[in-house]
């Protein structure tokens, strides 16, 4: 029988263009953007933690097929109970017309809906607190948008699922 999937929490992140680094055509031909992480969050039952700066987003660009592969790492830090929370996040990104205007940071993009979209990553943590390492033995699937606030700030959400047994 196929897994189930359960809402356990949501995920945001944040960057500002210009600590955005444009690499052009790398190995293979991609192109690869390097996005430094400036602000977001973690949210679930007994979390809400803050984005620690110094995490970043890695996306290769397969122009050809219009899909982003997304590879990021970051941290949060929830202040309450003094949590780490460690977390690295593999996904695709089919361009579409409103994830195109983001990608672009065009003045038209607007915050999205998740279902406007292929965007599904597949994070993995680590946890410094006992009552949180059932996040280190479960697989979780994202699904997300993007927000553009028009704040000079872009990011993304991510719904995030735990597969459970049926």
């Not at 592969?69 to 996904?91: K, W």
């Not at 279902?115 to 697989?139: A, G, N, R, T």
Request: net charge negative; glycine share 10%; proline share 4%.
């Amino acid at each position: 029988m196929a897994p189930k999937l359960e809402e356990v929490m949501t995920l945001h992140v944040e960057q500002v263009k210009d600590d955005r680094l444009m690499m052009g055509g790398t190995k293979g031909g991609v192109m690869r953007a390097v996005s430094p992480l400036n602000g977001g969050w973690l949210k679930g039952e007994n979390i809400n933690a803050s984005l620690v700066q110094g995490g970043s987003d890695w996306v290769k660009f397969d122009t050809t097929s219009g899909t982003a592969y997304l590879d990021a790492r970051f941290h949060f830090r929830d202040p309450a109970t003094d949590s780490i929370f460690y977390c690295r996040a593999e996904g695709i990104s089919r361009l579409d017309e409103k994830s195109a205007l983001i990608f672009a940071w065009r003045p038209e993009s607007k915050t999205t809906q998740a279902s406007d979209h292929y965007l599904f990553v597949s994070p993995i943590f680590e946890v410094s607190k006992e009552e949180h390492k059932w996040m280190e033995q479960h697989c979780f699937v994202g699904h997300g948008f993007y927000t553009a606030p028009g704040d000079g700030t872009q990011g993304v959400t991510f719904t995030i699922y735990k597969l459970v047994s049926a």
